[in-house]
């Protein structure tokens, strides 16, 4: 079993930035790659970054690349969101997941956490 824990979210214009955290504890944490996945009212789950779990490897959403970046910690079990230029249609419920799995898809992943609202205003 894998916990994870989100923080870091909140209320910010458009054109900020927020740093989003998800801790882990449980089972070894580089055994796991970590995804960040976002969901708007009224949309399904989206994909938005995934690190490998060396932190070698990042692959990320269009709609983020260039403005967003994924990192990890593995000596803190902590994986990170850097949010910048963030735009009103970032707004959305962002969640932190973990899974044996390099991929994009919600079903590569096994644990997720509780997520933290990104509200982005005009």
């Known amino acids: 079993q894998v916990q994870l824990v989100e923080s870091g979210g909140g209320l910010v214009q458009a054109g900020g930035s927020l740093r989003l955290s998800c801790a882990a504890s449980g089972r070894t944490f580089t055994s796991y790659t970590m995804g960040w996945f976002c969901q708007a009212p009224g949309k399904e789950r989206e994909f938005v970054a995934a690190?490998?779990?060396?932190?070698?490897?990042?692959n990320y959403a269009d709609p983020v690349k260039g403005r967003f970046t994924i990192s990890r910690d593995n000596a803190k079990n902590t994986v990170y969101l850097q949010m910048n230029s963030l735009k009103p249609e970032d707004t959305a419920v962002y969640y932190c997941?973990?899974?044996?799995?390099?991929?994009?898809?919600?079903?590569?992943?096994?644990?997720w956490g509780q997520g933290t609202q990104v509200t982005v205003s005009s």
């Open positions: 690190i490998s779990r060396n932190g070698v490897n990042t």
């Open positions: 997941a973990a899974g044996p799995h390099y991929g994009s898809r919600w079903l590569d992943y096994d644990y």
